[in-house]
């Protein structure tokens, strides 16, 4: 059971250059979402879906898109790289959003913009 | 809007030692909280979940607390070890359902042999 898993690990882009994040998971859960961790910050939620087809904006929507065409997928889109988009971004699922399911996470994405 | 704060930022401790990392959130109108860990290069791991109806939640050496009312947490961790150092952050749960959360920025932990 690989639980949550991203790729690429790492990748360094030139500013104005686009991009997808992968995410993908394999327990069949309803609800997934896009966070990114900045130094100091914490996590911040970008794009979120509570299943296939539907999707919403986070915290931190804006130069970011995402689809959910499968219950397994996830994809983030960079639009337009910008250097404030330098971060790791974690992809994360949980089940029924019930309240009482914990959340878990794919190992992250670190993106540096030039 | 909901902020989420954690105290300290870095503690460091000898091992052996019983610790608590603080958390407090500016809206008493959460869903539910949950406290994980970070190892260094890594994603987070779950360590307790409280929901909002619940003050406390027990794993092994660790206990979360929550008082909604005057909007903090608490992890207690007992008899601390090498292997606990890490960042642990705090995350609430808004709205209907807990994928729409709000981090604290993190306690890095160091227990020193």
């Known amino acids: 059971n690989a639980g949550v898993t991203q790729t690429p690990k790492f990748q360094v882009l030139k500013t104005g250059q686009s991009m997808t994040l992968q995410c993908a998971q394999d327990?069949?859960?309803?609800?997934m979402s896009w966070y990114r961790q900045d130094p100091g910050m914490g996590l911040r939620l970008i794009h979120y879906?509570?299943?296939?087809?539907?999707?919403d904006q986070g915290e931190v929507p804006n130069g970011y898109n995402v689809s959910r065409s499968t219950t397994e997928d996830f994809p983030l889109r960079l639009l337009s790289a910008a250097p404030s988009q330098t971060s790791v971004y974690f992809c994360?699922?949980?089940?029924?959003?019930?309240?009482?399911?914990?959340?878990?996470f794919g190992p992250g994405t670190r993106l540096t913009v030039l | 809007k909901q902020e989420v704060t954690q105290i300290p930022a870095a503690l460091s401790v000898p091992e052996g030692e019983n610790l608590v990392l603080n958390c407090s959130f500016t809206?008493?109108?959460?869903?539910?909280l949950q406290w994980f860990r970070q190892d260094p290069g890594k994603g987070l791991t779950s360590l307790l979940l409280i929901q909002s109806s619940q003050r406390e939640q027990t794993s092994g050496r660790l206990n979360a607390s929550l008082d909604k009312s005057s909007g903090r947490s608490t992890l207690y961790i007992a008899a601390s070890q090498p292997g606990d150092s890490a960042t642990y952050l705090c995350a609430v749960g808004l709205h209907g359902h807990n994928n729409d959360m709000r981090f604290g920025a993190g306690t890095r932990l160091t227990v020193k042999p």
């Open positions: 879906s509570v299943g296939a087809g539907i999707t």
């Open positions: 327990m069949n859960h309803e609800y």
């Open positions: 994360a699922s949980l089940s029924s959003g019930q309240g009482a399911d914990t959340q878990y």
């Open positions: 809206d008493s109108a959460i869903y539910n």
